[in-house]
């Protein structure tokens, strides 16, 4: 069966940082384009970056320029969404997608 699956949501304080994996099961993630998005409460569901399958080209929204950066391990079939500098509006579920498979999401809460 053909799966994404994204971990290391949870709560974080405001300013603080969080790593979130995103993994595939059913084909081989280094093979292909990983996207981000996120879905915050209230708004629809927003880009929030990608990676190129060698890992040499990233773009990222404008909304969280300078302050999330995706990287991947290739050798490990994984991909990271790194979180800096959170603000509460970072809140909400964020989606790993590669090869048209999406994720279930992974919460993130920034909250004092």
């Known amino acids: 069966q053909v799966q994404v699956l994204e971990s290391g949501g949870?709560?974080?304080?405001?300013?603080?940082?969080l790593r979130l994996s995103c993994a595939a099961s059913g084909f081989t993630l280094k093979l292909w384009p990983v996207n981000w998005y996120r879905q915050s409460p209230g708004k629809e569901r927003e880009f929030i970056g990608?990676?190129?399958?060698?890992?040499?080209?990233i773009k990222y929204g404008d909304s969280v320029k300078g302050r999330f950066f995706i990287y991947r391990n290739n050798d490990k079939?994984?991909?990271?969404?790194?979180?800096?500098s959170m603000k509460p509006d970072d809140t909400g579920v964020y989606?790993?997608?590669?090869?048209?498979?999406?994720?279930?999401g992974a919460l993130v809460t920034v909250s004092s």
């Open 77 to 84: 079939n994984t991909a990271t969404l790194e979180l800096n």
């Open 95 to 104: 989606y790993c997608k590669a090869a048209e498979v999406w994720g279930q």
């Open 10 to 17: 949870g709560l974080v304080r405001p300013g603080g940082l």
């Open 50 to 57: 990608n990676i190129s399958s060698g890992g040499g080209v």
